[in-house]
């Protein structure tokens, strides 16, 4: 019988360097190559312990929306106030910014987030979507987390606007006394959409964080253990200040003593010299038998560990360490400007991406209301202005109206602005506006008027040239008197 053949073992290759002399590269070798990425996904349960119980898992999340709506928001509508004024207040009676924020909040901790619109069309189904032209009132709004609204449709059309994103959502809203909501079917446009850490199709469709399918993943998953090693390094400096100075006794014969069952007499002694510490402050030993002294721990390099991890965390959280941490910067010179700067650019950036876009859309569906302040008619210009972060004191506001004051008067020099222009650009809000907005028809008509006037005095000048033979000679302008002779 012939024996069967032996397998061929596979031919294992590796890219990259291999040092065959110190072994760098070599997986056997290498601590380093033995290093592997792994897929440890956190589901709702722990997220939410995490926002919950950790305080610096907490400001991770709340710093950049208290932020961003810091100063609040100012919707516009060009060339009408009292729309601008009315829009203003519906904000306020739906409490817009407080809506905004904590979807902000809860799509950080937990991949995602909705605001469900309360726009009555006159639709009863819900599950149809959304007719913006027939919008008597926008009521209410509620805000659910990526675990009470899952989607459970998505556009497959690739060749249609919002490819592989959600048509359909299920509600399953949590009700304080009542459990769980009976499951309702919600269109997607009925919603305002706020969409987790950038995942690709592929994540979207497994079950992350254990949440449900359709949903990002949370800022946590990336420094939830970071934070971790935080709170773990702080536990352990408290361990250490704990055991800070620690009292030691040497007692000669202390080990025969305790074989000896003398453990009651060895107590007894140890009392006895707690008891003179405290009446006399002094210890009194056996000059032959007994020796006491204080062992104290050493701390050098603790802080600046500490500091280092400290750092760890605000780069993996995107947020600058004496903004995460609310700690002054050490150092000569070091006054924290150029993090704020770097904080408040950040800021800017996640106003303009993340709240931007639902805001206008919510102000939209406002103004397309029958009840609405523009009584349903769209203006042809709206949106939404953030206030600067960066407040300054009185004198800073003077040397900017200073240097935006010179600026305006060599525009005005120029012709590239009238008077009228820089009055309403800077004075008729209600308070200072420091852009300068020109009223581009307005510059047109006065380029054609003073080019007309031009035309005229050249006319003029021919006229009198062809009369006199030559124009009349400009009247002599007095100079500086001559100096006198020997002066």
């Known amino acids: 019988m012939s024996k069967p053949k032996k397998k061929a073992m596979p031919e294992v290759t590796t890219d990259g360097f291999i040092n065959v002399l110190t072994g760098l590269g070599d997986v056997a070798k290498d601590k380093r190559e033995n290093a592997t990425l792994q897929l440890d996904l956190m589901n709702y349960d722990a997220l939410a312990l995490l926002y919950r119980t950790q305080a610096m898992a907490a400001r991770v999340v709340n710093l950049p929306p208290d932020n961003m709506f810091r100063e609040g928001f100012e919707p516009t509508v060009k060339d009408d106030e009292e729309a601008e004024e009315e829009l203003s207040e519906r904000c306020e ?19 995602g987030a909705v605001i469900l619109i309360g726009a009555n069309d006159g639709k009863a189904d819900l599950s149809q979507p959304l007719n913006e032209e027939n919008i008597k009132s926008v009521d209410f709004l509620t805000v659910f987390d990526a675990k009470e609204a899952m989607p459970i449709e998505w556009e497959i059309n690739p060749l249609k606007k919002g490819f592989a994103e959600p048509t359909m959502f299920e509600l399953n809203p949590h009700i304080l006394g009542n459990g769980i909501a009976p499951l309702q079917r919600v269109h997607a446009s009925r919603f305002l959409v706020f969409q987790g850490e950038l995942a690709n ?67 007894r002694r140890f009392q006895m010299i707690n008891a003179g510490r405290s009446i006399i402050q002094a210890t009194i030993l056996d000059a032959e038998n007994e020796e006491f ?16 991890n400290m750092n760890h965390v605000a780069a993996e959280a995107g947020i600058p ?26 800021v800017r950036a996640m106003q303009r991406k993340e709240a931007t876009p639902p805001l206008k859309r919510l102000l939209k569906l ?60 800077h004075f008729s809000g209600k308070e200072f506006n420091p852009e300068l907005d020109v009223d581009l028809d307005a510059l047109e008509e006065r380029e054609a008027v003073a080019g007309e006037m031009r035309e005229v005095e050249a006319e003029a000048t ?24 020997g002066a």
């Open 93 to 111: 009676e739906l409490c817009v910014e407080e809506k905004i924020v904590t979807a902000l909040k809860w799509k950080r901790a937990y991949g």
């Open 201 to 267: 199709r592929r994540q979207l469709t497994e079950s992350a964080q254990g949440v449900a399918r359709g949903w990002a993943d949370s800022v946590y998953q990336r420094i939830a253990r970071g934070i971790r090693d935080y709170d773990q390094t702080w536990a352990g400096i408290n361990s250490l200040m704990a055991d800070f100075s620690q009292s030691v006794y040497k007692i000669k014969g202390l080990a025969a003593a305790l074989l000896s069952d003398k453990d009651k007499t060895i107590k």
């Open 293 to 308: 002294n204080r062992e104290t721990t050493t701390l050098s390099g603790v802080a600046d560990v500490q500091r280092e």
């Open 321 to 346: 360490t004496t903004v995460l941490f609310g700690i002054s910067p050490g150092g000569l010179n070091a006054t924290g400007e150029s993090d704020l700067n770097i904080w408040y650019d950040m």
């Open 366 to 425: 406002i103004l397309l209301s029958k009840e609405g302040p523009t009584s349903g008619k769209l203006p042809d210009k709206f949106g939404v202005k953030f206030p600067s972060l960066q407040q300054q004191n009185p004198k800073e506001q003077a040397e900017t109206r200073q240097i935006i004051a010179q600026t305006d008067q060599l525009y005005l020099n120029m012709g590239a602005a009238s008077a009228e222009d820089i009055v309403n650009s």
């Open 462 to 485: 021919k006229a009198n040239f062809e009369e006199h033979g030559q124009p009349t000679p400009p009247k002599p302008v007095a100079g500086p008197p001559k100096p006198k002779p």
